[in-house]
């Protein structure tokens, strides 16, 4: 979201699913490391289709599965480019490549990134060997033609979310959404990332991962004990420098100070401070609990003006609850965060939405919304 001063890129347009960027292919790989969510890569190659069909990296031999995917573009669109495809084949005599059909969803055609990995992408042993998942993606107004490259590291994160000595999904966030917060800062390795209510450690797990020093802070000497073996256990099953640092302290967020503290560069956070909610509640509960919840975050940004440099940064989630008829209810973040020196980060021409919200499903009784905000 914020403009990278580490990796060069620019964004050239986004939507709710898909981002057009423009950089060398190296730096591609390094941006792609660097994000969290699930997500593929796609090359572009242009707007017709005959350059698709001249630029796509063909296999030796046509043992290898094909798939199109399809972004906000019309079945027309998609048949037409199945057909180039499947012509361009033909004429490099690979037309017994197997087409697996995509899954179709609303705005989007695709596989699921799991199934595409599965059955396109992978070159595992025993497999059909690496084969393409062709795209168009017509978010941008114009088609764009192109080619999945790689996807986000699946199993990585997984692993990270699961075979850790304790996980709570009750509780934390998964790795995929504390990457994205750390990554969000788009800070120089070796930077410093404070969680000051780091749980279990998933943020800071993968502040780890993305090169920085990470300083955790919890209430609970049994959640504290638990973060620093989950660090323990990520430092060696991941092979972290030793140069990167990683600290818990129990502590209340709320008390912590400048003097117990090294140079912060930014509080990457999900304090959640609400009680878990086995139904939705109903509007006026709604109400009085994210009141609460405004209450508290406004604390901890009093906490984070006093432990951040100007022009240190907060990532943050905040809470939406959905009441017992569907209807959403938060507060103003933004204005809480003013109130105590910082603006919210506005990402340059890109259409980036800040703050952006988490897709869940609609049951979900909390939403989460993602913010970016400097101290001034
Ligand atoms: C939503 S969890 C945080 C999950 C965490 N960010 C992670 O990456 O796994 C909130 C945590 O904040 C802790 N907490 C609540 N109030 C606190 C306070 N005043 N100071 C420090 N920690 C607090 C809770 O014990 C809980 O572990």
Redo the contacts with the bound molecule.
């Keep these: 979201m914020r403009e990278s001063k580490i990796i060069d890129f620019t964004i050239l347009g986004s939507s709710s699913r898909s981002v057009l960027v423009e950089c060398s292919s190296g730096e591609a790989k390094k941006l792609a490391s660097r994000c969290g969510g699930i997500f593929k890569v796609a090359r572009i190659c242009g707007s017709d289709l005959q350059t698709l069909s001249k630029e796509i990296p063909l296999p030796d031999d046509s043992k290898f599965n094909w798939t199109v995917s399809g972004y906000g573009c019309s079945s027309e669109i998609l048949e037409s480019m199945k057909d180039a495809v499947s012509t361009a084949l033909k004429n490099a005599s690979l037309g017994k490549a197997r087409f697996i059909h995509p899954e179709t969803g609303a705005a989007e055609i695709e596989l699921q990134l799991s199934e595409l990995i599965k059955n396109v992408l992978s070159d595992g042993e025993g497999k059909r060997s690496k084969g393409l998942d062709i795209i168009a993606d017509c978010s941008q107004g114009t088609v764009h033609f192109g080619f999945t490259e790689f996807t986000s590291n699946l199993s990585g994160l997984r692993e990270r979310d699961l075979s850790r000595p304790y996980k709570d999904p009750t ?3 998964g790795p995929r959404l ?1 990457r994205t917060l750390a990554n969000l800062c788009a800070l120089r390795p070796g930077s410093t990332v404070l ?11 993968e502040a780890l991962m993305l090169g920085y020093n990470a300083l955790g ?4 000497s049994t ?1 504290a004990t638990r ?1 620093r073996e989950n660090l323990e256990w990520l430092r060696k099953r991941f092979q972290i420098s030793p140069k990167l640092w990683s600290r818990v302290i129990r ?5 912590l100070q400048t003097s117990d503290l090294p140079k912060i560069d930014a509080v990457v ?5 609400m009680p878990l909610l086995e139904r939705n509640p109903t509007a006026g509960d709604s109400e009085k609990l994210i009141h609460e919840t405004s209450e ?1 975050y406004s604390k901890a940004f009093e906490t984070f003006s006093r432990i951040l440099e100007p022009g240190g940064l907060v990532s943050i989630v905040a809470p939406q609850l959905v009441d017992d008829r569907g209807k959403a209810h938060s507060f103003d973040l933004v204005t809480i965060a003013e109130a105590f020196g910082f603006r919210l980060v506005q990402p340059k021409e890109s259409g980036v939405q800040n703050p952006c919200s988490v897709l869940t499903s609609k049951r979900k009784i909390i939403q989460r919304r993602v913010y970016l905000l400097e101290l001034r």
């Design positions: 509780v934390t966030l504390a969680d000051p209510f780091c749980g279990l450690g998933t943020i800071l797990q802070a919890e209430i609970s959640e973060c502590k209340d967020a709320f008390d956070t999900e304090p959640i401070l508290k």
